[in-house]
């Protein structure tokens, strides 16, 4: 199917996001989408693009923790750092590192 990219799955709660379990090109550009979690104990809000959301939820589940719980051990990590950046931008480094 064109437009799609092959091989990438992804589960985005934004239901134009994925078409039979691949990323929509068209759509792909979508705005974030922000959500509530708590995180060390902490109510915060996050606002990634759905493909992000998507990709840290792959990366929690094939690490077996909770969503909330990976962010926790990425906003450690930011908060070691040097010079640390935002949480949302900290997530979304992690992810493409891991990659």
């Known amino acids: 199917m064109p437009g799609l990219l ?15 379990g691949h990323l929509n090109l068209k ?17 915060t809000s996050i606002s990634l ?3 992000f959301w998507d990709r840290l939820r792959v ?19 930011r908060l070691e750092s040097q010079t640390p950046c935002g949480l949302a931008s900290a997530i979304r480094l992690w992810l493409m590192a891991r990659a």
């Open 59 to 77: 990366a929690a589940e094939a690490d077996g923790l909770p969503v909330n719980a990976l962010v926790a051990q990425i906003d450690v990590a």
């Open 6 to 20: 092959p091989g990438r799955p992804c589960r985005s709660t934004v239901a134009s996001t994925c078409i039979d």
């Open 27 to 43: 759509d792909m550009y979508h705005p974030p989408v922000k959500r509530s979690m708590t995180v060390a104990g902490h109510q």
């Open 49 to 51: 693009e759905p493909l």
